[in-house]
């Protein structure tokens, strides 16, 4: 399968001290591809390098079939940017800043900056220099000056921040949007997992400089099942109570009185009758499944996970 974009056994070295090791990453065409990992973990670091900002130690990177070099300047604007905080002059307006933007790209269509400002909600905003504008504000014209360009690839370092949760929902819609409607590969990075697990197709996991694991959405899951969630004050009672009278199994039980029933020939009605019962308190009983939250926290702790 070929790649848009993919690094070959990457690395860096700070001072001495190895913070990104071997890491390959695989990104296919038109995808959203999603890269987690706890604060540290070197996801800034491996965009400034595929951004070209910093050098690899060792290790290639190829973007539309092509090594990136200190001279790819043809491949770099094929790319829309945030890394990090986006950083405006802020006497200019947000118009002006596109302007310059584009100046620079090399990039002479105006009715894309229109464009790109209506795509991230900025409206009415023509007066208003950028030192005014809110974080959020500012975030959402860092972002409609990555897309003003048309670029192939957006490379998005936790685009999201600093946003409420309807200029969120409404990014990730945009996002969805530029993937599916123009074919962009975005590739981007946030810390609110269960953000990313509405919006990405496949997810690379790093900790410690280490590339842990690549995996779509879909395989993680298709590896877990649903599963009861039921709270009770007796939580020794109520495993005997699941065991001997209602006849499941299949259950964990967990710290204060939780309980995660996988049995699926049961339901929520029947467990709930038997408990109470027996004499045993319920304080809540839920259906859930396997989140995204819940793959990434085992598999930072645990190192790897296995099917």
Not at 53 to 73: C, Q, V
Not at 168 to 175: N, Y
Request: hydrophobic fraction near 40%; include cysteine.
């Amino acid at each position: 399968m070929s790649y848009l974009l993919k690094t070959n056994h990457l690395s860096k070295v700070f001072h001495g001290k190895e913070i990104i090791s071997d890491v390959n990453l695989h990104v296919k065409q038109g995808e959203i591809y999603g890269f987690i990992g706890p604060n540290g973990a070197g996801k800034t670091t491996i965009m400034k390098m595929i951004t070209n900002l910093i050098k690899p130690t060792s290790g290639e990177i190829e973007m539309f079939g092509e090594k990136l070099t200190d001279t790819s300047y043809e491949i770099l604007k094929r790319l829309g940017t945030i890394i990090e905080y986006p950083i405006f002059y802020e006497k200019l307006t947000a118009v002006e800043n596109l302007e310059l933007h584009c100046e620079y790209m090399g990039y002479h269509n105006k009715k894309a900056i229109v464009d790109a400002l209506e795509l991230v909600g900025l409206k009415n905003i023509n007066h208003k220099p950028v030192k005014e504008f809110s974080l959020g504000m500012k975030q959402r014209l860092g972002i409609a000056r990555a897309i003003s360009t048309k670029p192939e690839l957006l490379i998005l370092d936790e685009p999201i921040n600093g946003l409420d949760p309807i200029g969120i929902k409404e990014l990730r819609d945009l996002f969805k949007m530029l993937s599916k409607e123009y074919g962009m590969t975005i590739f981007v990075s946030s810390h609110i997992l269960g953000e990313m697990e509405q919006m990405v197709d496949t997810i690379g996991v790093i900790n410690h400089g280490k590339l842990l694991e690549e995996i779509s959405l879909d395989s993680i899951n298709g590896r877990h099942t649903e599963y009861i969630e039921v709270v009770v004050d007796n939580s020794n009672l109520a495993s005997f109570i699941l065991e001997e009278k209602v006849g499941i199994k299949n259950f964990k039980v967990l710290n204060h009185g939780l309980i995660r029933i996988y049995d699926s020939n049961v339901t929520q009605k029947e467990i709930s009758k038997s408990l109470v019962l027996n004499d045993i308190s319920v304080e809540s009983i839920n259906k859930k499944s396997h989140s995204l939250e819940e793959y990434f926290l085992k598999l930072i702790n645990g190192g790897g996970i296995h099917a």
